[in-house]
């Protein structure tokens, strides 16, 4: 009796979506992370380039709500291993690129990597939607919470390890080389979780989540009275603000103050490690401090992370050959970044279900979501083409950076009185569930059928109880 109950309350079942995760995690930290930005600039792009590189996964959002349409048809696990597969077909490109080992800046190879990447992430979209709900319809309740936050630890592991690797590659081998190692490891990496996928349960598939209510009921939601429309709009200018700082800074250190790609990508390591520092800190606390002094304590993190920024790039500007002087700022940045970052995500995941807990729920996590994703990816591309700097070389204008950081310093002071004003939720609401939370915040959305089906089978049980 004691051994069933054990296996009962065992993961060892569900291993394979640890492996999947793991491995999965090694991919998309060099094909969307700190690595590909430096393969751009490498090979040649300017800033608008960059902006277009890192706005793919916020414009396709919408594609990830839209490809919930499919999973009735062809279930969770065949649309998933579709899209990996082809996905990882798309490593393929810039891994080749690589190879050609380009000795001069090349605008066709910072074209066709462009095209790879969007492609990666528009596959990447039409899978992403089912991942999370396959998880929820495959594991028992009871064993959720302990999968997730395990999950969660996996793939946190498996970013950290992928970056300490690239930037040992940087020290080891020549530019090309090191990235030529990291995209196989990358490519190796998709391989292994597809692999994972493969061995990975089946489950029924979906009912239909019904996404024409989208274009029919949606701009209605959005433009009605209330606290969703006006958290909607607090998250456009918050995140849509700040949507520049995480490519722009990797393209600037670079670039600009001539850093090695290794000290970058251990930069980029610390901001994971500060984000799994600020969600384990804000888990046990957020009820206790509640929403409106958690979202402050962003702010407050933010605007010490943004003076940091505006000290820098003053100070380069105006004593270039002693900017190095204040690079001890950095590592503290990015602890903090990583860390305001994960904070931010608690605590917006937790409002957002405050705000959509009554009726339409699914329908208006799925606008939000979509709304503020597109609107980001946009405001990447703007962003890129503001900092671009005249010239037939690839440059910044560091004026305009500048004043980007003065700018949403600004922003981050005149939300303080908007956000005091927020509504504070009850203690017992419970966030929306993003097992990926600090470095896939925007995972989230996958949850959108789980809460559709979820509210299915509450009407269908209360029926059923109403029979009897």
Known sequence: METHSSANQSLSPYRFGFVFSFFNSTSWMVALGTPAVLLAESLGANTFEVGLLYSFVFLLLPVQV????????????????????????????????????????????????????????????????????????????????????????????????????????????PTFQAFSAQYTFAFIGAILSI????????????????????????????????????????????????????????????????????????????????????????????????????????????????????????????????????????PVTYFLLGAAGATYFSSHLKYLAFVTQKNERALKVSLQTAVVGLATGIASIGWGILFKKAGATPTMNL???LGYFLFIILIQLVLIPTIRKLKEPDPSVKPLTNSYGIMRPFRFIATLPVLHSRKQKLQEESSDKQKI
């Open 66 to 173: 839209l490809a919930t349409a499919t999973l009735p048809r062809f279930g969770y696990k065949n649309q998933v291993l579709f899209a990996w597969s082809m996905r990882t077909l798309f490593l393929l490109i810039p891994l080749a690129i690589i190879l050609s080992a380009p000795k001069s800046e090349d605008p066709a190879m910072v074209n066709w990597l462009l095209l790879a990447m969007f492609c990666f992430c528009f596959f990447r979209s039409i899978g992403t939607c089912a991942v999370q709900p396959w998880l929820f319809d495959l594991l028992p309740e009871k064993l959720q919470a302990r999968y997730f936050s395990t999950d969660m630890a996996v793939i946190n592991i498996g970013g950290v390890i992928t970056l300490v690797f690239c930037s040992i590659t940087f020290i080891w081998l």
């Open 195 to 330: 692999l994972g996928l493969t061995k990975m349960p089946a489950v029924a598939h979906p009912k239909s989540f019904g996404l024409l209510r989208i274009l029919k009921e949606g701009p209605a939601l959005l433009l009605a009275r209330g606290s969703f429309r006006q958290y909607l709009v607090l998250s456009l200018v918050w995140v849509v603000s700040g949507s520049a700082v995480v490519p722009f800074s990797i393209y600037y250190l670079k670039a600009e103050a001539s850093l090695t790609q290794t000290s970058i990508v251990l930069f980029t390591a610390i901001q994971a490690v500060g984000g799994i520092a600020g969600a384990l800190f804000m888990k046990s606390r957020i009820d206790r401090f509640g929403i409106r002094r958690s979202f402050l304590v962003v702010i407050v993190l933010n605007l010490f992370i943004y003076i940091s920024w505006v000290v820098l790039i003053s100070y380069g500007m105006t004593y270039p050959d002693g900017s190095t002087s204040l690079l001890f700022l950095l």
């Open 399 to 401: 004026p305009t950076f």
